[in-house]
């Protein structure tokens, strides 16, 4: 048999040790963050970030080899679905490996591994402002087509990175209403 690449087996035979790494992975994967040994952490990570490379494919043939060691349905789809899309900008890195310190029972080296959170990418303001603009004239070819808006009604954007739009009504025109209605003749607005 060839020696190992990565140390010693962690559970005795080999398919003790893949089976047991395919738990990790799935608790993983389900919890978001697991406490272990830092041995089985270690030996964890490689695998876990393969798998979540595979899942960001998403494909017949990445479900069907992710499938072989992802067993638990929910699991599975969840990281299909929510997982591997949350790490569609970032190249390998989905995890991280924080040492606790000793067991107490018999002083393991214990470490928590965990998936990063990866954020949302910032979008610029003159991203932000293109973007209200675009949604803008969206909503004015909307409404122009339902037949909603006047010539003279026009939406405007807000200052960038606000995100909202408002839209402006023409001042009231004084020539064409009178301000004040004209009364019949003969009354007053003084009472005898």
Known sequence: ???????????????????????????????????TTEAKAKRLRPLAERLVTIAKRDDLAARRRVRRVVREKDTFVSLFEEI??????????????????????????????ELVEELAAPTTPAKAAAKTARKAA?????????????EATQVVPTPAGSGATRVTEPAPDTESEPAEESKPAGEDDTKA
């Open 1 to 35: 048999m060839p020696t190992p690449t990565k140390g010693p087996r962690l559970g005795g035979s080999p398919a003790h040790e893949q089976l047991m790494l395919a738990n990790l992975a799935t608790s993983l994967f389900k919890h978001g963050r697991i406490t």
């Open 84 to 113: 591997a899309p949350r790490y569609a900008n970032r190249n390998g890195g989905y995890t991280r490996i924080v040492k606790t310190g000793p067991r107490k029972g018999d002083a393991a080296p214990m470490a928590i591994i």
């Open 138 to 150: 969206r909503q004015e070819a909307v409404a122009a087509l339902a037949g909603d808006v006047d």
